[in-house]
Protein backbone atom coordinates (compact mmCIF):
# COMPACT_ATOMS: atom_id res chain seq x y z
CA UNK A 1 0.00 0.00 0.00
CA UNK A 2 2.81 2.38 1.05
CA UNK A 3 4.13 2.02 -2.75
CA UNK A 4 1.17 3.13 -4.55
CA UNK A 5 1.19 6.32 -2.22
CA UNK A 6 4.64 7.50 -3.74
CA UNK A 7 3.54 7.06 -7.40
CA UNK A 8 2.26 10.67 -8.16
CA UNK A 9 5.41 12.71 -8.79
CA UNK A 10 5.38 15.99 -6.34
CA UNK A 11 5.95 18.50 -8.73
CA UNK A 12 2.79 16.82 -10.78
CA UNK A 13 0.63 17.18 -7.09
CA UNK A 14 1.70 20.97 -6.76
CA UNK A 15 1.05 21.34 -10.81
CA UNK A 16 -2.17 19.79 -10.17
CA UNK A 17 -3.24 21.89 -7.06
CA UNK A 18 -2.22 24.77 -8.74
CA UNK A 19 -4.20 24.37 -11.93
CA UNK A 20 -6.76 24.09 -9.11
CA UNK A 21 -5.98 27.36 -7.54
CA UNK A 22 -6.34 28.97 -10.86
CA UNK A 23 -10.46 26.92 -11.49
CA UNK A 24 -11.10 28.31 -7.73
CA UNK A 25 -9.79 31.75 -8.93
CA UNK A 26 -12.17 31.66 -12.20
CA UNK A 27 -14.84 29.81 -11.45
CA UNK A 28 -15.29 30.30 -7.44
CA UNK A 29 -14.28 34.09 -6.83
CA UNK A 30 -15.00 33.99 -2.93
CA UNK A 31 -13.09 37.59 -2.73
CA UNK A 32 -11.07 39.27 -5.04
CA UNK A 33 -8.19 40.80 -3.63
CA UNK A 34 -6.27 43.65 -5.80
CA UNK A 35 -3.26 46.06 -4.49
CA UNK A 36 -0.47 47.33 -6.42
CA UNK A 37 1.91 45.13 -3.99
CA UNK A 38 0.61 41.82 -4.49
CA UNK A 39 2.63 41.17 -7.92
CA UNK A 40 5.80 41.77 -5.91
CA UNK A 41 4.65 39.68 -3.03
CA UNK A 42 3.78 36.41 -5.61
CA UNK A 43 6.72 37.04 -7.28
CA UNK A 44 8.91 37.30 -4.22
CA UNK A 45 7.07 33.78 -2.48
CA UNK A 46 7.59 32.13 -6.13
CA UNK A 47 11.59 33.27 -6.10
CA UNK A 48 11.82 31.93 -2.17
CA UNK A 49 10.15 28.92 -3.50
CA UNK A 50 12.10 28.06 -6.53
CA UNK A 51 15.41 29.34 -4.23
CA UNK A 52 14.26 26.80 -1.39
CA UNK A 53 14.52 23.71 -4.33
CA UNK A 54 16.85 24.63 -6.64
CA UNK A 55 19.51 24.91 -3.33
CA UNK A 56 18.17 21.29 -1.88
CA UNK A 57 18.08 19.63 -5.04
CA UNK A 58 21.79 20.73 -5.67
CA UNK A 59 22.51 19.75 -1.86
CA UNK A 60 21.34 16.47 -2.87
CA UNK A 61 23.71 16.53 -6.38
CA UNK A 62 26.62 17.17 -4.23
CA UNK A 63 25.87 14.39 -1.65
CA UNK A 64 25.38 12.18 -4.67
CA UNK A 65 21.97 11.05 -3.71
CA UNK A 66 19.14 10.27 -5.30
CA UNK A 67 16.86 13.09 -5.58
CA UNK A 68 13.72 10.48 -7.36
CA UNK A 69 10.97 10.85 -4.98
CA UNK A 70 9.28 8.07 -5.89
CA UNK A 71 12.36 5.71 -5.35
CA UNK A 72 13.18 6.97 -1.73
CA UNK A 73 14.99 3.46 -0.46
CA UNK A 74 17.53 4.68 -3.22
CA UNK A 75 18.79 6.97 -0.94
CA UNK A 76 22.33 6.25 -0.01
CA UNK A 77 22.83 9.34 2.20
CA UNK A 78 20.73 11.14 4.77
CA UNK A 79 21.00 14.94 3.73
CA UNK A 80 20.94 17.07 7.03
CA UNK A 81 22.70 20.30 6.68
CA UNK A 82 22.09 23.32 4.05
CA UNK A 83 17.92 23.78 4.50
CA UNK A 84 17.72 20.30 5.96
CA UNK A 85 18.96 21.80 9.68
CA UNK A 86 15.85 23.62 9.38
CA UNK A 87 13.17 21.63 7.53
CA UNK A 88 13.16 17.71 6.84
CA UNK A 89 11.17 18.88 3.58
CA UNK A 90 12.52 21.84 2.20
CA UNK A 91 11.69 21.03 -1.46
CA UNK A 92 8.43 20.95 -0.55
CA UNK A 93 8.52 24.07 1.48
CA UNK A 94 9.63 25.66 -1.59
CA UNK A 95 6.44 23.98 -3.53
CA UNK A 96 4.19 25.28 -0.69
CA UNK A 97 5.74 28.96 -1.29
CA UNK A 98 5.65 28.44 -4.96
CA UNK A 99 1.51 27.89 -4.58
CA UNK A 100 1.06 30.60 -1.77
CA UNK A 101 2.87 33.21 -4.46
CA UNK A 102 0.44 31.51 -7.47
CA UNK A 103 -2.31 32.83 -4.83
CA UNK A 104 -1.47 35.74 -4.68
CA UNK A 105 -1.24 36.48 -8.19
CA UNK A 106 -4.76 34.79 -8.93
CA UNK A 107 -5.65 37.38 -6.10
CA UNK A 108 -8.30 35.09 -4.99
CA UNK A 109 -9.31 34.52 -1.33
CA UNK A 110 -10.40 31.02 -2.59
CA UNK A 111 -7.01 30.19 -4.17
CA UNK A 112 -5.72 30.19 -0.50
CA UNK A 113 -7.81 27.79 0.64
CA UNK A 114 -6.23 25.12 -0.99
CA UNK A 115 -3.26 25.42 0.15
CA UNK A 116 -3.91 23.39 3.69
CA UNK A 117 -5.19 20.21 1.35
CA UNK A 118 -1.31 20.22 -0.45
CA UNK A 119 -0.11 20.30 2.70
CA UNK A 120 -2.59 17.28 4.12
CA UNK A 121 -1.75 15.66 0.34
CA UNK A 122 2.01 16.32 0.80
CA UNK A 123 1.88 14.35 3.71
CA UNK A 124 -0.07 11.36 3.50
CA UNK A 125 1.03 10.60 -0.54
CA UNK A 126 4.74 11.72 -0.22
CA UNK A 127 6.15 12.70 3.31
CA UNK A 128 5.34 9.74 5.57
CA UNK A 129 6.54 7.13 2.98
CA UNK A 130 9.54 8.47 2.95
CA UNK A 131 9.85 8.64 6.25
CA UNK A 132 8.78 4.97 6.85
CA UNK A 133 11.90 4.20 4.47
CA UNK A 134 14.18 6.52 5.54
CA UNK A 135 13.85 5.65 9.41
CA UNK A 136 14.34 1.53 7.53
CA UNK A 137 17.12 2.70 5.67
CA UNK A 138 18.98 5.29 8.17
CA UNK A 139 17.81 3.64 11.74
CA UNK A 140 18.46 5.98 14.45
CA UNK A 141 21.10 8.41 12.59
CA UNK A 142 17.29 9.59 10.90
CA UNK A 143 15.02 9.51 14.22
CA UNK A 144 17.30 11.09 15.98
CA UNK A 145 17.20 14.04 12.75
CA UNK A 146 13.64 13.46 12.72
CA UNK A 147 13.24 14.15 16.78
CA UNK A 148 15.12 17.64 15.97
CA UNK A 149 13.92 18.99 12.96
CA UNK A 150 10.69 19.42 11.76
CA UNK A 151 8.44 18.27 9.06
CA UNK A 152 8.04 22.02 7.37
CA UNK A 153 8.61 24.37 9.61
Same mark, same amino acid.
Given at each position: ? =??????????????? @????????????????????? #?????????????? #??? +???????????????????KASKLV??? @???FTRNPM????? %?? +????? @?? %??????????? %? @??????? +??????EKVLEK??????????? =??????
Amino acid at each position: M =NRLKTKIPPPVITLS @FGLMMWAMSLYFPLYLIEHSS #LLWIALGCIGLGLC #LDV +LSFINFLKHKTTINPIKPEKASKLVING @FYKFTRNPMYLGMV %FI +LTGSA @FL %FGNVGSFLVLP %F @FILTMNY +LQIKPEEKVLEKNFGESYLDYKM =NVRRWI
